[in-house]
């Protein structure tokens, strides 16, 4: 296990081009010893490779990776004692199950009792036991996916397990329960989980720390919580939650005010002295509340739709261009016709040119 | 309707083998006939219609001062001359197509697919345009009339189909197989030949299969560059012609001829089920 620092670590696909392509811009990141981590973005926004220059498939055309302050930038990938599973399937199919399992061990020569015990173990984990006799090539794509993980799971010593969404192919209840085996995993052995998705409750249920990503760019990293009540850029407003952040075009009236329409809205961030053009109002539509009357921050709206989610009703209302997404208890009763619609200024995140002020 | 479709898939299965079973039973009735039976009409049932002889196989087995042509050397010329040859094509084509598959060579505008391109082709070539620089080149040797200058020259004619095969199927093999290979800590050598490659057998064979069937049926390369010393079967089977075609003879010829690549196919059939080819990876 290490400490892995990414310094100033940028690639492109076509370095020598006259207008280079940066797949990954340039960026510094430290992933803790035994921490768990979720890569979040959109497709093509640079997760993977990120995950390929740790584990040194790929070379970064700019800046250094360190594992426990070693460059190994240029160190070849079986040197780096990095495990990782890619999205699907990989397995060596003319090999059996235990073969499968074994053969990290084996290429690194552990002792044949120590290779067993271990491979039993992990075997055991992901409900593999049954199969270890069979071809790894008749078995099914969840089943296939578990074995992948299992090689990254059977060496203690790695320095990081890299997960490239890893359970794609496999059905959701499994998902969950995999989920929860790797967050025993992360605590029993300490082993640095760094786990690539696009799906944000994937994310959310398994880091402890999130990294955002967006066009090859870091945009935001924290904990579920940081990125949920405070997201830095629109992008991850947007990106995280469901539904996304309501965001809205909005110009400052005072150092506390803006004007969202024709209402006007306190908030507290201090608008004094910004740059106020370009600017957003954003809120999570967990904190708009439902009011009984006209009040300070309270937008008076027509119900669209009513949605009821078993937990929880989603509420859309519509004030002239403004539509908003409320989520409300359940029990809550909601008008069909107007409603009043909150927003608590402590919850109201404003954004100059999509950056969090 | 499933009864007709049925019907008309079975009789187009008979219908198939019959077409490919018709020459082969023409030829084995051929062979036990005589010069009066072939010539006398078409006949086919042994006993009833014609006495059966061992006429035409016989010759096939005496020495020449006893008028046969003695097939047994030119055949196991020929089987050695082929299975060696085909045996470093592949072992050789398989790893020139692997590294085309998976590293980027460039040279000016000449890249990955020219390469493969250049060596099939060799094989776009008549092969007439082939056989004077191969003949100087095995005389500069000292190589004519050699069972090793015929493998040279086979290889040379052999190893662009399995380059050519094996490039394909390379590239149909995910290259996150190797890079999980060495992420579990191979090398890339060991990464080749403890997982991609027992997992090319399919592709291997597939090639093996049309090197054999290539170089088996070779005659052009192997009437030019052999004369005494070494002669392969389809150049010792063309020396039963005379201005009497012995169509028993070459009934019976042909048949031997063909009796190792029936038990190649044989063998290898069950590498090339569906099963085998299709999820050798994933």
Redesign the interface.
Known sequence: MAKIELNNIAHSYNPHDANPLFALKEMSLSWADGGRYALLGPSGCGKTTMLNIM???VTPSHGRVMFDQKDVTHT???ERN???V?Q???????MSVYENLA??LK??HFADDQIDKKVKEVAEILNLQDFLKNRA?GLTADQ?QLI?LG?GLVREDVAAILMDEPLTVIDPDLKFRLRRKLKEINAKYKTTLIYVTHDQNEAMTFADNIIVMDEGEVVQAGSPKDLFERPQTTFVGYFIGSPAMNLYECQADNTNQVSLGMNTISVQTNLDQKNTSNLKLGIRSEYITVEQSSGPNTIHADVIEVEDFGNYKLITAQQDSLRIKAKVKREQVVPTDKVFLKFPAEHCCIYANNKLI | MPKLYTFIKYFCVILWSCFVIAPFLWAISTSFKDFNSVTGGATYIPWLQFEPTLDGWSVLFKPGSQGGINIIGPYFNSIFVTFTASFISIALGTLSAYALSRYTFKAGFVQNNDITFFFISQRIMPPVVLAIPFFLFLSTLGLLDSLAGLILVYIVLLMPIAVWIMVDFFNRVPKEIDETALIDGCNPFQAFFKVVLPNSIPGMIVAGLFCIIFGWIDFFFAFILTFTNVQLLPVKIVALNSSITPWWSLSAAALVSVAPLIVVAFVVERFLSKGNLSGALK
């Open positions: 584990s040194g498939l070849i990938t079986e990095i495990a990782q890619f699907f399937p990989v397995i060596y199919g003319t053969f990290p290429c690194r090539k296939k992948s090689r």
